[in-house]
């Protein structure tokens, strides 16, 4: 009986991968990508019905359940083709993507990334008028549909300033 309780409890502390629940996405909503960076989230949620002509795409960060920025604002909002570009990556032995979120001087770029020496990096940059502010990268492994067929499926423009993943000199 000891040892039934013994085995239970170890069952007890594996973890539940920490993004299978950590998301500010709805559940009538697609993740297009969500990773932690400890207390805070960044996620892309998407409506079901996301395509090149209807749909939306929202970017959110900060505590779950409270984000403290959200863009854009939904009631206001254009198609996602006027506030969001993205790009594919080519790395050797790897490659990636990324979605630029575009709101006056700041840009908000989620990313997700592997290549060959440095393995994954995903993860959240932003920008003010050009010069990098801030990196959070992940804390854990993100839900992440960043890809050549999401881009295509959505027709998002390419991003025109072709992004450089910090740390990656």
Same mark, same amino acid.
């Given at each position: 009986?000891?040892? +039934?309780?013994?085995?239970?409890?170890? !069952?007890?502390?594996?973890?539940?991968? +920490?993004?299978? #629940?950590?998301?500010?996405? @709805?559940?009538?909503? @697609?993740?297009?990508?969500?990773?932690? &960076?400890? $207390? $805070?989230?960044?996620?892309?949620?998407?409506?079901?019905? !996301?395509?090149?002509? =209807?749909?939306? !795409? @929202?970017?959110? &960060? #900060?505590?779950?359940?409270?984000?403290?920025? +959200?863009?854009?604002?939904?009631? =206001?909002?254009?198609?996602?083709?006027?506030?969001?570009?993205? *790009?594919?990556?080519? /790395?050797? #032995?790897? #490659?990636?993507?990324? !979605? *630029? &979120?575009?709101?006056?001087?700041?840009?908000?770029?989620?990313?997700?990334?592997?290549?060959?020496?440095?393995?994954?990096?995903?993860? +959240?940059?932003?920008? $003010?008028?050009? @010069?990098?502010?801030?990196?959070?990268?992940? *804390?854990?492994?993100?839900?992440? =549909?960043?890809?050549?067929?999401? /881009?295509?499926?959505?027709?998002?423009?390419?991003? *025109?300033?072709? &992004?450089?993943?910090?740390?990656?000199?």
């Amino acid at each position: 009986m000891k040892t +039934v309780a013994l085995i239970g409890g170890l !069952l007890g502390l594996i973890a539940v991968p +920490v993004w299978a #629940g950590e998301s500010h996405c @709805q559940t009538d909503e @697609q993740i297009i990508f969500s990773c932690s &960076f400890g $207390k $805070k989230i960044v996620s892309v949620c998407a409506s079901n019905d !996301l395509s090149a002509s =209807k749909g939306y !795409l @929202q970017y959110r &960060f #900060g505590l779950k359940g409270a984000p403290e920025l +959200v863009f854009p604002d939904l009631a =206001k909002a254009a198609p996602a083709a006027s506030y969001v570009q993205a *790009r594919t990556l080519m /790395f050797a #032995g790897g #490659g990636g993507g990324y !979605l *630029r &979120f575009i709101s006056g001087q700041h840009h908000y770029i989620v990313y997700s990334a592997i290549g060959k020496g440095w393995g994954a990096k995903d993860g +959240v940059a932003v920008e $003010k008028s050009g @010069q990098l502010v801030a990196n959070l990268e992940c *804390r854990d492994v993100p839900v992440s =549909k960043l890809s050549e067929e999401f /881009f295509s499926h959505t027709s998002l423009p390419a991003d *025109r300033d072709e &992004f450089q993943i910090p740390g990656l000199d």
